[in-house]
């Protein structure tokens, strides 16, 4: 919090405006979730596997969401509704 003020002369004589409180608060991370699958899904192989986030920011825009199998990035979203399409999961069985 800061308590700002502004400070005038004129010819060897000044005033001070009357104070004005600020505050600057910290950035806030994003907030994603994935709404889609459901946890703990269970598919036939192979499939396509449809994969959508929630996504939002506090005093910002979100410019995009990234979809990953575990470190992989599997594919981005760039305007909501976030969404992405695995295709042809395959498990053991090929495409």
Same mark, same amino acid.
Do not use: D, K, Q
């Given at each position: 919090s800061y308590?700002v *003020?502004a400070k005038?002369?004129?010819?060897?004589v000044?005033? #001070?405006?009357? +104070?004005?409180a600020? @505050? #600057? $608060?910290?950035?806030? /991370?994003?907030i #994603?979730?994935?709404? +889609?699958? /459901? $946890?703990?899904?269970?598919?036939?192989a192979p499939? $396509?596997l449809?994969? @959508?986030?929630s +996504?939002? /920011? *506090?005093? /910002? @825009?979100?410019?995009k969401?990234?979809?990953?199998?575990g470190t *992989?990035?599997l594919?981005?979203?760039?305007s909501?509704p976030?969404?992405?399409t695995?295709r042809c999961v395959?498990?053991l069985?090929?495409?």
């Open positions: 308590s *003020t005038v002369y004129n010819n060897g000044s005033a #001070v405006s009357a +104070a004005v600020v @505050t #600057v $608060n910290p950035h806030v /991370a994003p #994603v979730s994935l709404t +889609a699958p /459901a $946890n703990n899904a269970s598919l036939m499939t $396509n449809s994969l @959508t986030a +996504a939002s /920011a *506090t005093n /910002a @825009t979100i410019s969401v990234e979809f990953y199998n *992989t990035l594919g981005t979203s760039m909501a976030y969404s992405y695995w395959a498990g069985i090929r495409c």
